[in-house]
């Protein structure tokens, strides 16, 4: 009985096992149209009709048909850019641009379409200049119009200057409700400089406060621009929007390039994908480029094959060629963002020609700290700078060590937006946690003997970091760095502003009324003074209306001092800073406050003192935790009370001797940070 049942088992295990075996008996492969289609035949299915399986091909961004660039003639080409302050709408103008001219579908979700980081998503700010290349008809012919939408903040300024040397043309763009303020200021002297055709753009004219007459006469004022040039839109509701295209395509002058000349590129961005390597954009002034062309980059003197040239329209879109006076991406086959230098010439391997003028560097304003919160995070936190310093080429950065926080870097920043920017950046894209410590700016020092002459190899040194600042004796002078201020405010709040720069040790240099109620004044600042809150004062004081723009003015001599700060007679490194001598005892005084607030109470008793040298000159105490000793002396003796307090005081003091003090992340910004009366 029992065999029956067994050989009946496995037979219905064999015919289960048929049933569901998968293993494919036969593939027939067939042709239709653009489909792929194919036949699939499993072993089970032998008597059974074959399944068809058709699947439609997904087209990637390498697969799209290449665009023929050659119908555009330079004469049919306009380059320009989007400058303006912070939030006066270059972004949502950009993306009425790209609706307009058919490169985006028209929905209610366009918004920020340019803006890729989610960075600049959260904040509402443009942080990386973006490209797009636009298809547009007028008057029966069609042009080639090459789009750069660029940031506001004065901290990417660089990201400006670069745009703009890609452009023969710009739309300033002024809020009607805001009036001209003072990135706008800084961006049109940029475009002035460069000698581009300037048009007025005044957006927000839907706003129930706007006043576009008046932005008129501020424009006229100010930029000597005439009222009639002026064009009033409103981005968001697309109101005017096309006459802007048409007066981009009258006003501003095709490049001034010629097909017949050998190839002349200007790398004015580049971007780093893990698998392609570096995505060049740039700029041609001379000849074409194309896939297999051998291109020699001027800088670094290497040659390189073409793997891919093509548009922006935002999305990489590849082409057979680029021509003279057009904008668009190169890839080919580098390995790091170092070898496509911004401001770089590519040129072709057996035609050389003379490097265009590329740009200044890139001027780190503050240098900041960056360590990982546990040491065996350091691995992954250096693979992550490596990653996002090939996408910024802004930021400079330099291997460093300290005691407290073990290895990390000092990097160097354009402002402090920037910073904050690079560090969220870290955390979003990377996941990785950073300790930041207080954002200082370069001095330099004048050496006094031959000896430390000898030590560095020149006689003016640049100091980055605090704690290698020398001492008094060694040196002839400190010198600050130096910048030159505007601000633009309401002129209700003159009286609160001027305090304020006083209290920074500025210098003013000069004050205008823009109109009948705003006034442009102009200060000579210490960087120092406004690195770390200044912008935040300045908006609180002037409810929010003032806006503030600076650029470099090279360095001063000043009387500067070392101050350190010490905890239970230890210093901290990461919270040495450099001050004024005349101001040395406020600034350690209010430190010494703000540690107290921000460092947590311990079980022993913490001193925090700041200190010029071996002289303290200020000092606040931390309390520790007590238990209550004596709670369970009801009356007696009070030798026997004494005795458990000497006791629990020298307990105490073994603590305090053998004890670690934590101090947390955020301490290290919220020191340096003041409070203006």
């Not at 850019?81 to 001219?101: F, N, Q, W």
């Not at 590129?265 to 698998?275: G, M």
Request: proline letters at 5%; aromatic letters at 8%; hydrophobic letters at 40%.
């Amino acid at each position: 009985m029992q065999v029956a049942v067994s050989a009946a088992g496995r037979l219905i295990k064999s015919s289960l096992r048929g049933l569901l075996d998968f293993r494919v008996h036969k593939i027939i492969r067939r042709k239709q149209s653009d489909s792929d289609g194919f036949f699939v035949r499993h072993r089970w299915m032998k008597n059974a009709p074959s399944v068809c399986v058709f699947c439609c091909r997904q087209y990637s961004s390498r697969e799209k048909v290449n665009l023929d660039m050659s119908i555009f003639p330079v004469d049919k080409i306009r380059n320009f850019s989007i400058i303006a302050h912070v939030d006066h709408g270059k972004s949502t103008l950009a993306d009425r641009l790209l609706e307009i001219t058919g490169a985006i579908a028209t929905t209610e979700r366009n918004k920020q379409v340019l803006d890729k980081l989610q960075v600049e998503r959260e904040r509402g700010i443009t942080v990386k200049a973006q490209t797009a290349s636009l298809f547009y008809t007028h008057e029966g012919q069609t042009y080639l119009l090459n789009l750069i939408d660029t940031p506001g903040h004065v901290d990417f300024s660089y990201e400006v200057a670069r745009s703009i040397s890609a452009c023969q043309g710009v739309l300033l763009v002024v809020d009607a409700n805001e009036g001209i303020q003072a990135q706008t200021v800084a961006n049109f002297f940029l475009a002035f400089e460069a000698q581009l055709t300037i048009i007025p753009v005044i957006n927000k004219i839907d706003l129930r406060n706007a006043d576009p007459e008046r932005v008129e006469k501020q424009i006229e004022k100010i930029f000597d621009i005439p009222k009639e040039d002026c064009i009033k839109i409103s981005a968001k509701l697309g109101t005017n929007v096309n006459q802007v295209l048409q007066e981009v395509v009258k006003r501003i002058p095709p490049p001034n390039a010629n097909p017949e000349d050998p190839l002349k590129a200007l790398v004015f961005d580049s971007t780093f994908d893990h698998y392609r390597g570096v995505i060049a954009n740039v700029a041609l002034f001379g000849g074409n480029v194309c896939k297999g062309d051998k291109i020699v980059s001027a800088h670094m003197g290497k040659t390189y094959e073409v793997n891919e040239v093509g548009v922006l329209r935002p999305q990489e879109h590849p082409t057979d060629k680029l021509y003279a006076g057009q904008v668009g991406y190169v890839i080919a086959g580098m390995k790091e963002v170092k070898e496509a230098q911004i401001g770089d010439t590519f040129y072709l391997q057996k035609q050389p020609v003379e490097p265009l003028p590329g740009f200044k560097p890139a001027k780190p304003m503050v240098f900041a700290g960056i360590y990982p919160v546990d040491q065996s995070e350091y691995n992954n936190l250096r693979s992550a700078v490596e990653k996002l310093t090939l996408n910024d080429s802004s930021v400079t950065v330099h291997r460093d060590s300290s005691p407290a926080l073990g290895a990390g870097w000092r990097l160097g920043f354009l402002g402090l937006l920037h910073m904050e920017v690079f560090n969220q950046r870290l955390e979003q894209e990377y996941n990785a946690s950073v300790i930041v410590t207080a954002p200082t700016v370069p001095y330099k020092a004048l050496l006094a003997s031959a000896k430390l002459i000898k030590e560095y190899g020149e006689e003016e040194v640049t100091f980055v970091n605090p704690t290698q600042f020398p001492d008094r004796s060694q040196v002839l002078e400190y010198l600050e760095p130096m910048v030159v201020g505007t601000i633009i405010t309401p002129d209700e709040f003159i009286g609160k502003i001027m305090t304020m720069c006083l209290n920074r040790r500025a210098v003013q240099k000069n004050m205008l009324y823009i109109d009948d109620h705003r006034v442009m004044m102009k200060y000579l600042f210490p960087l120092n003074e406004i690195v770390v809150d200044f912008y935040d004062h300045l908006k609180s004081l002037s409810s929010g209306y003032a806006s503030f723009d600076y650029e470099d003015a090279g360095y001063q001599p000043a009387d500067l001092i070392k101050l350190d700060i010490l905890l239970n007679g230890k210093p901290v490194e990461e919270l040495t800073t450099i001050a004024h001598k005349e101001k040395a005892y406020a600034v350690g005084k209010a430190m010494c406050e703000r540690l107290k607030d921000s460092i947590p109470r311990q079980l022993f008793e913490i001193a925090i003192q700041a200190a010029l040298g071996n002289k303290v000159i200020a000092r606040e105490t931390i309390k520790a935790y007590r238990k209550n000793v004596l709670a369970k002396c009801y009356g007696g003796d009070i030798t026997r009370k004494m005795k458990l307090l000497k006791k629990q005081a020298e307990g105490k003091k073994k603590m305090r001797r053998i004890g670690n003090i934590e101090v947390p992340k955020d301490a290290f910004i919220n020191v340096l940070k003041r409070n203006d009366k």
